[in-house]
Nanobody
Framework: QVQLVESGGGLVQAGESLRLSCAAS????????MGWYRQAPGNQRDLVAT???????NYADSVKGRFTISRDNAKNTVYLQMNNLKPEDTAVYYC??????????????WGQGTQVTVSS
């Protein structure tokens, strides 16, 4: 069974940093992309950053220059380094595996989310 487990969230003050991790229970090498999304109360779930199997990276405009996504295929883990956090970054952050192959089937998978709260 595929499980994505996020960790590293918490309560910080504006300007501080956090590093989120997403550990997969299976190899992420086959995934077309790994991504981080976030959802604030009352809002839709929005893309934060993605990294493809080839290493191509995409960021939401709101986090460019502050957040860095990376992946370690050997550890089946994806990271999101978040610097200079702002109150508007407060949300539940979700990890997503796009097009992950498991038991010969390719599908998308989500983690359960981790809360990030930034106080002003």
């Amino acid at each position: 069974q595929v499980q994505l487990v996020e960790s590293g969230g918490g309560l910080v003050q504006a300007g501080e940093s956090l590093r989120l991790s997403c550990a997969a229970s299976v190899s992420i090498f086959s995934a077309n992309a790994m991504g981080w999304y976030r959802q604030a109360p009352g809002n839709q779930r929005d893309l934060v950053a993605t990294i493809t199997r080839d290493g191509n990276i995409n960021y939401a405009d709101s986090v460019k220059g502050r957040f860095t996504i990376s992946r370690d295929n050997a550890k089946n883990t994806v990271y999101l380094q978040m610097n200079n956090l702002k109150p508007e970054d407060t949300a539940v952050y979700y990890c997503k595996a796009v097009g992950l192959v498991y038991r010969l089937m390719r599908a998308d998978y989500w983690g359960q989310g981790t809360q990030v709260t930034v106080s002003s």
